[in-house]
């Protein structure tokens, strides 16, 4: 770990921003520019694998290629001291994560996933997958007041060059990606843009109800869940959303990638529907 005042690669740690299985993300001094960065260091076991060295540094190059406004700059990516790192744009808020679901509206959760569905459904026409969509990766950045926040998504390709740790924890207790994992990569098929598709639904649900769509006492359950149990309806854990809204989630979270929509978007657009009054315009911004 890092101190204050610490010089990394050129840069000058601030703070501990957050800490993960992939590694630890600090709040950095640009070595060279008045800015500060988001300075995420990988795992050290990560640089002794050869392969894994080239494909993170691969999938990097290829998340810094895409610019679009609900996407989390990369500006740069290295080895020091042994250890992988990559330094992306600050985003000064919180992240969806951290939302009180008692509170937020139906149509602001289904905004966010706009949001997020657009930034995703970029990187796929681009070639990049996410494969670890979930509320922590979606950041909600500062706005002026009456404004909402905007919408930022992080982590681009990083989680799935440790595809183990990825859907359970080194102890075996269940990580956040497993809540959200789509079945196809539980199960170790080839993964296309309808398994971030799937993820982003159970985000949706998330932001919803407060719980995970399959939430069990196990990794087993949870896992047995996503392969095999019906989408729940969200009516029961928040009693006044529209039954139309269930319909979508399940059609968005089908167990078959053929069975589900399109694209991010349209599942997004398929969500604002459902939760907007007849005769009353969708949210601003989609």
Same mark, same amino acid.
């Given at each position: 770990?890092?101190?204050?005042?610490?010089?990394?690669?050129?840069?000058?740690?601030? @703070?501990?921003?957050? !800490?993960?299985?992939?590694? %630890?993300?600090?709040?950095?001094?640009?070595?060279? +520019?008045?800015?500060?960065?988001?300075?995420?260091?990988?795992?050290?076991?990560?640089?002794?694998?050869? #392969?894994?060295?080239?494909?993170?540094?691969?999938?990097?190059?290829?998340?810094? !290629?895409?610019?679009?406004?609900?996407?989390?700059?990369?500006?740069?990516?290295? $080895?020091? #001291? &042994?250890?992988?790192?990559?330094?992306?744009?600050?985003?000064?808020?919180? &992240?969806?994560?951290?939302?009180?679901?008692?509170?937020?509206?139906?149509?602001?959760?289904?905004?966010?996933?706009?949001? %997020?569905?657009?930034?995703?459904?970029?990187?796929?026409?681009?070639?990049?997958?996410?494969?670890?969509?979930?509320?922590?990766?979606? +950041?909600?950045?500062?706005?002026?007041?009456? !404004?909402? #926040?905007?919408?930022?998504? %992080?982590?681009?390709?990083?989680?799935?060059?440790? &595809?183990?740790?990825?859907?359970?924890?080194?102890?075996?207790?269940?990580? $956040?990606?497993?809540?959200?994992?789509?079945?196809? !990569?539980?199960?170790?098929q080839s993964l296309d843009h309808r398994a971030d598709q799937y993820s982003l639904a159970c985000t949706l649900f998330w932001m919803l109800t407060g719980t995970?769509?399959?939430?069990? %006492?196990s990794p087993a359950s949870v896992m047995n869940g996503h392969l095999y149990g019906q989408v729940p309806s969200l009516r029961p854990l928040r009693p006044g959303?529209?039954?139309?809204?269930?319909?979508?989630?399940?059609?968005?979270?089908?167990? @078959?990638?053929?069975?589900?929509?399109?694209?991010?978007? &349209?599942?997004? $657009?398929?969500?604002? @529907?459902?939760?907007?009054?007849?005769?009353?315009?969708?949210?601003?911004?989609?």
């Open positions: 770990m890092l101190r204050t005042g610490e010089t990394f690669a050129g840069y000058v740690i601030k @703070r501990v921003l957050g !800490q993960g299985g992939m590694g %630890t993300v600090y709040l950095a001094q640009h070595p060279r +520019l008045p800015r500060l960065t988001a300075l995420k260091l990988l795992e050290r076991d990560l640089y002794g694998d050869a #392969e894994m060295r080239g494909r993170f540094e691969r999938e990097a190059d290829l998340v810094a !290629q895409l610019d679009h406004p609900n996407i989390v700059t990369v500006y740069d990516r290295g $080895a020091e #001291e &042994d250890q992988l790192w990559i330094s992306m744009q600050f985003v000064a808020g919180s &992240d969806a994560a951290s939302v009180d679901v008692n509170v937020l509206a139906p149509a602001r959760a289904v905004q966010i996933i706009g949001e %997020t569905g657009a930034a995703l459904d970029f990187a796929h026409a681009n070639g990049v997958l996410h494969r670890d969509v979930k509320p922590a990766n979606i +950041l909600l950045a500062k706005a002026p007041i009456g !404004q909402p #926040e905007r919408v930022l998504l %992080t982590d681009f390709g990083i989680a799935g060059m440790r &595809d183990s740790d990825t859907t359970l924890g080194s102890a075996g207790t269940i990580t $956040a990606t497993l809540a959200y994992a789509a079945p196809e !990569q539980l199960s170790g995970a769509p399959f939430n069990g %006492t959303i529209p039954p139309a809204l269930d319909t979508v989630l399940a059609r968005a979270m089908a167990k @078959r990638p053929d069975d589900r929509f399109a694209s991010c978007t &349209d599942f997004a $657009a398929a969500a604002r @529907r459902a939760v907007t009054p007849v005769g009353q315009p969708g949210p601003v911004g989609m």
